[in-house]
């Protein structure tokens, strides 16, 4: 606790896409890693974008004018049965970049449809740091 308030989870993590891609969205995000598409409320649909949840995660998709995707900063997802999911994701035709730079945890880098990177990550077995 600090100053009077604690941080309690992360409610969700907000990736940019362009006008008009929620399609491309909803094919990799609910198609490809099996999340629940949420609806959202009116006053923020007329915006457009989409959110989807699994688990204890999830991802707001919000459109901008001028889109550019996220090429260095990412979200970074914990999942169980990593492998599983980079079959997945290489099945999908999604490249998957392993990277060991993490102590304590087995990671690796892809993307969305839209090219914003994305990390996913499980802590090593009996890591008591996870």
Not at 45 to 72: D, I, M, N, S, T
Not at 106 to 121: A, V, W
């Amino acid at each position: 606790m600090t100053g009077g308030f604690a941080f309690e989870r992360l409610h969700h993590v907000q990736l940019d896409i362009p006008a008009g891609a929620e399609d491309e969205c909803r094919a990799f995000w609910h198609g490809v890693l099996g999340m629940a598409e949420l609806t959202k409320p009116p006053v923020l649909a007329a915006r457009g974008g989409c959110w989807f949840r699994g688990g204890g995660v999830e991802v707001h998709l919000g459109v901008v004018p001028e889109f550019r995707p996220a090429r260095k900063g990412h979200p970074g997802i914990q999942v169980r049965a990593l492998d599983a999911l980079a079959e997945r994701l290489a099945a999908h035709g999604h490249e998957v970049v392993w990277d060991d730079a993490l102590p304590g945890h087995r990671r690796f880098h892809s993307s969305d449809r839209l090219g914003n990177r994305l990390e996913f990550l499980e802590p090593l077995p009996g890591d008591a740091g996870a």
